[in-house]
């Protein structure tokens, strides 16, 4: 294992500047496959949000306001492009941060967080509004005008790409922000605040505070009446929290929540390319993923030799240090989570389930939180393994005989983010997907995503749709300005 040679501390971004806490509290920040301290965090609380809010609110009247369309479309396409120029440090940085592989990191993670910024000031021009008239008495138009201050709340899976996949939006639409990221992983949010600084944004634009949720960073940020609305990413529990107490200042909100989300494969698929993508969609990113399918399904007539092929591939995947390039698991991001995602397996036995592979963390990895890709069957849809999302790399497969009974049992869940369908039967494919209670249906494949889409979730994975203009509905208001003719 490679041991933590970089460390790096944490400061607030504030108004421009990194600055520590009012009072100095710090939390340390572990690297989770080593379990060594990477630095310390700067731990935030109300009073720094407060001074990041009034920077924000400083900022929504100042250059940034006033400068024009083209001169935001090259401050995000900079910041895009000094991501991409900075993509091995950022890499390297979310890898230590979380534990997952540095090639993922590398490859997917930070790239994507640069294409946000690019995508996101392409679409500045593409937003058009209505006109109206009313016969020869009025003119009504509409323009769209910023939300103001938003406060940006995000979890520790993807923290860059998820970071950013609200930020340039925001951005785009011309507000100011405060970002509260995850506790767990402070680092790539902070280099960020420097890009930005580097690319020109003006002072106040962006602020980050860190810290944690309850009682602190995020629970401050909610709640503060200067903020205009809170797009959040996280579990569906903290959802309701916030929800709560966003109800004090009446907020808009924007939500993508947990999952637990199936996968339907009838025996007509190919059997091959459905192995393939289904061993990533089960255990990318230790499937720490919230689009991770983790309930499959499979037609009874194909079950057994899927569950052969599938506990073959999984058994060859390599567990194990993050920067080697050969792993294609690495570690979970916290022993907390560590202990929650393998209570699931000690219950799956207690509910009847069989382990088909992994269940048990690797030999020879007595440092950090890894745990074997690990394959239950046995289990049916009243067991809680089966209903409650693990978030970890842990799928449930289970065999089912007809199309409207496997609906039934897919559709028995108060989530509904995503689901894949695998099918030859064209017929069957767009019935099947049509009935899918979920936000995001895909059809022979996993996560290919146009950004242009509306992404979100249904029922208790979310509220609202992200990506291309839906983005800019959240993140900005319509005005409707009547003029009498
Ligand atoms: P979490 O809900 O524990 O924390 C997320 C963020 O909210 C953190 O920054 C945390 O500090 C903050 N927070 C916690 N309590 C808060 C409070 N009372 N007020 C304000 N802020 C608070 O989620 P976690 O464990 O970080 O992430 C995993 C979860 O995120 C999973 O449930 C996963 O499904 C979900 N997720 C959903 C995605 C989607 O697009 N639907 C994408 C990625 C993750
Ligand atoms: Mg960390």
Known sequence: MQTTTVTMDCLHFIDGQFVPSLNGTTFDNINPATEEKLGIVAEGGAPEVDLAVKAARRALSGPWKTMTANDRITILRRIGDLIIQRNDELARLE????????????????????????????????????????????LNYAIRVPVGVVGLINPWNLPLLLLTWKLAPALAAGNTVVIKPAELTPMTATVLAEICRDAGLPNGVLNVVHGFGPDSAGAALVEHPDVNAISFTGETTTGKVIMASAAKTLKRLSYELGGKNPNVIFADSNLDEVIETTMK?????????????????????????????????????????PFDPKTKVGS???????????????LALEEGGTIESGGKRPEGLNKGYFLEPTIITGLTRDCRVVKEEIFGPVVTVIPFDTEEEVLEQVNDT??????????????????????????IVWVNTWFLRDLRTPFGGMKQSGIGREGGLHSFEFYSELKNICIKL
């Open 95 to 138: 890898s230590l941060d979380t534990g997952k592989p540095s090639w993922l990191s590398g490859s997917i993670d930070i790239p994507r967080s640069a294409y946000n910024f690019h995508f996101f000031s392409d679409y500045i021009r593409t937003i058009t509004t209505e006109a109206t008239q009313m016969d020869n008495v009025a």
């Open 281 to 321: 969609s089960s255990f990318i990113n230790q499937g720490e993923v919230c689009l991770c399918g983790s309930r499959i399904y499979v037609e009874r007539s194909a079950y057994e030799d899927f569950i052969n092929k599938f506990v073959a591939k999984t058994k060859e995947l390599i567990v194990g240090d």
């Open 332 to 346: 979970l991001i916290s022993q907390e989570h560590y202990e929650r995602v393998t209570s699931y397996i000690s």
């Open 414 to 439: 108060h989530y509904g983010l995503s689901a894949s369908v695998w099918t030859n039967d064209l017929r069957r494919a767009h019935r099947v997907a049509a009935e899918i209670e979920a936000g």
